[in-house]
């Protein structure tokens, strides 16, 4: 098959990296040449800088890597032209184009699958077993702790320049660490309601760095959120209260373990011993190429990715306004709000 990455930052080098690890060779690049990595190590393979002249190359499958506000100009055409779809979370940063989106994915039939790894953690997976057992009783309350200091995630750059600090990118703590609003409903089902407060103290972006939110899920429990770019060391964790017992899991461990309050033990299941992050990335890819081949249907669907637009929308909404907010059971663009 012929793939294209649309974007060659750090997300788009591992999809590519990912792709040859599979067995995939194939592949196009479309770049801005905007990116700070190195350009020797994609030397051998074919750069476009417009859409247009990428699909001359009729591409089987195109991956969505350039900066979240850009999506759109990239996934519109390539769906219209018929080739499946991996496009990184979120879908966008506004509703603006979606109907395009959705009318050309219909009409053309392509496969489409959003860009949500967590679903792919051996831990969450483990997780959502656990619940679906009944291990812990009935779920009353949920929290999702994400903090990360931002300016260390790319040395290489100055982080006031990626698109996570920048509005105009479609940058933010939410819509940049938005899994856990796909991950938690993965797990617990539909929102109902939600309220937040964010701010942008902690580094000064035009962008928040900070957000706090409430989620009431429609089957029952509510959950919190926190996401931070600030936090050192960085944090990423999950907690589940139920009836009978709780549920931990932690991303930097990678371990999941339920507390039983009959035997008063923590059950753990850690991850595979060669466990590394890279692997929910594999993952990801190895389902996508049999998505493209027509042997499995997309574990994360263009609907779940505007639910999760929905949520993060419904977020800045909440915390601009200062109200809470209720979200109806309809994919549709902003009418879910």
Known sequence: MK????????????????????????VLLL?????????????????????????????????????????????????????????????????????????????????????????????????KTWLMEGRVGQVTTVKSHWGEYMPGWHPWEDYRN?????????????????HPFDYLRWLFGEVSQLSAYTSNQGLNLDVEDTADVLLQFSDGPTANVHLDYIQRPGQHVLWITGTTGSIHWDNTTGKARYYDIETKIWHEVPPPPD???????????????????????????????LAALAITDAVHRSARDGVILTLARNEDSENRI
């Open 3 to 26: 793939f294209l990455i649309a974007g060659y930052g750090s997300i788009g080098r591992r999809h590519l990296n990912n792709l040859i690890a599979l067995g995939e060779k194939d």
């Open 31 to 127: 770049r801005s040449h905007h990116s700070t990595l190195q350009e020797s190590e994609i030397a051998s393979f074919p750069v476009e800088t417009s859409i247009e002249a990428a699909l001359t190359h009729r591409p089987d499958a195109v991956i969505i890597a350039n900066p979240t506000a850009l999506h759109l100009d990239v996934a519109i055409p390539v769906a219209q032209a018929g080739c499946a779809i991996l496009m990184e979370k979120p879908i966008s940063h506004s509703w603006e184009h979606i109907p395009e989106l959705k009318k050309a994915l219909k009409e053309s039939g392509a496969a489409f699958l959003t860009g949500f790894q967590y679903r792919f953690h051996p831990g969450l997976r483990q997780v």
């Open 162 to 178: 990626s698109y996570s600090a920048r509005a105009d990118l479609g940058g933010g703590v939410v819509n940049t660490l938005c």
């Open 275 to 305: 466990f590394e992050r890279n692997h929910l990335f594999l993952a990801e890819m190895a389902h996508f190429l049999s998505v493209v081949c027509g042997e499995e249907t997309s574990a994360c669907t263009l609907e779940d990715g």
